[in-house]
DNA sequence: CGTACCCTTGAAAAAAATCAACTTAAGTGG
DNA sequence: CCACTTAAGTTGATTTTTTTCAAGGGTACG
């Protein structure tokens, strides 16, 4: 799809844009481009970098790292999400964001982007939501990982990815596309890849999922939401735009 | 001080204010108000309030309850933040927030403040700025309560704390006003109230704080951050603009 | 056909939660 | 001002959860 026409469909969703945002948008447009697996685009310490991209194709996470060398994962970005909407306005990144498979991407400028998202209503309020709906998102992780323990922090996490792959059209109902290692799942969760392993066996002998491969069939949907204590109201899904 | 005088303060410090936007800040204060302790000011699943606040004095917190009846605190909140940016654009409510102290506050009605965060760059901008520092320090305290174990956790908070009222010329170096029960201090961290108080003790032990009623004086300002695993990099201070 | 990298499993150790008293501090009303 | 009440803090013993350590097993890929 032409690249315009995804960043009109991305932020046309919520309110009429005015001829002039719509002409401030083609003159943001570039291509599109590819992202290998593994890239880091944000470096934690660094200044953001110049380009923020909207995401098309593939999943990005952002993450910190302690001092003790563990990894905290803060946020899982899928195709729609733009990457680095959270440095917007910060002179240094305070954490990183790592392409976890091969992305595609639409580049935006990032003063250009701070432009639009200040001298566009239209625009601006579209990207407020966006980026209060991903901290609004964190909020619920911050309870997950404090509040939860291990074997409901992954049936929540489950049922939170089914749903925003459900919502983009990225996976169908009860398939779940999980591009995660066990060890990337427990940086999520807050616990040791072989918890994690332990948890996930347990969801399945207790006939919640199936795992077949890096896919997970959710046999009992009700079942796993109320084993992850799971409301989807945080996600606002609502207020989410999809590309696809 | 005048209303539009904290207002203009609070929002002026990064960029010029244009005379339209000082104008329309003028017609946005009312006047001060108080809020007794205790009071829930957003309630987790409602529609947010229909007004805003700049927070002048007090300290509030914002929460969300687990199915097991548990609270996870995600965020506290301090004069000169504003109270509930993050529902600014969003339809419900994903979380409560509660005065932890009596409170004084400028109200401002919500629907105007959207419409000066859209109309208004300048204005836009100290806002976007204001609820991304919010969310960056979400993303630290879900490290921390993801990946740091308890003693490390409440050292991290203290100093995050410390800093912060430091910041705002709310406490001096050194000294920390701490209006919190261990309860509330363990639904920050992710801890029971009596691991907190086990941890504290802890601290207090290895000579790195002195507790005193509701005050903690520290000891040993590098021991705690080293204990803590505490960079203020996240705080993004040079970005916040105090009132005081 | 190695060689990574990931997944799996068991046993032991550590961290944190739970249970159960008990102490202190801070009001409140007589 | 004192007895009473309630909320918050303290401490020890026990249990649960999670991590750590250790060792195999599977699978994809050069």
Same mark, same amino acid.
């Given at each position: 799809m032409d690249v315009t026409a995804l960043l009109m469909r991305k932020l046309n969703m919520r309110r009429e844009l005015s001829s002039a945002a719509c002409e401030a948008l083609a003159a943001t447009a570039s291509t599109q481009s590819e992202v290998a697996?593994?890239?880091?685009? &944000? =470096?934690? @310490?660094?200044?953001?970098?110049? &380009?923020?991209?909207?995401?098309? %194709?593939?999943? $990005?996470? =952002?993450?910190?790292?302690?001092? @003790? @060398?563990? =990894?905290?994962?803060?946020?899982v970005e899928t195709p729609g999400d733009f990457l680095d909407l959270q440095h917007l306005f910060l002179k240094v990144a305070d954490h990183s964001v790592e392409a976890l498979t091969p992305l595609r991407v639409v580049k935006i400028d990032r003063a250009h982007l701070r432009t639009l998202a200040l001298e566009y209503p239209e625009i601006g309020e579209a990207l407020w939501t966006e980026a209060l709906i991903e901290a609004s998102i964190m909020r %619920?992780?911050? $309870?997950? &990982? @404090? =509040?939860r323990e291990g074997r409901m922090r992954i049936a929540h996490l489950l049922c939170e990815l089914a749903r925003r792959e459900e919502a983009i059209g990225m996976a169908r109902r009860d398939t779940l596309i999980l591009p995660l290692t066990q060890e990337q799942i427990g940086d999520i969760t807050g616990l040791t890849a072989i918890h994690v392993n332990r948890m996930l066996k347990a969801l399945v002998a207790d006939g919640l999922i199936e795992q077949s491969g890096r896919q997970i069939l959710i046999r009992d949907r009700e079942g796993l939401a109320a084993a992850g204590d799971f409301n989807p109201r945080y996600l606002h899904l609502d207020q989410v735009s999809a590309i696809a």
């Open positions: 697996a593994g890239s880091i685009l &944000v =470096r934690d @310490g660094n200044d953001p970098t110049p &380009v923020c991209s909207l995401l098309i %194709e593939g999943l $990005a996470i =952002r993450y910190k790292i302690t001092s @003790g @060398g563990n =990894r905290q994962i803060v946020a %619920e992780w911050l $309870a997950n &990982v @404090g =509040r």
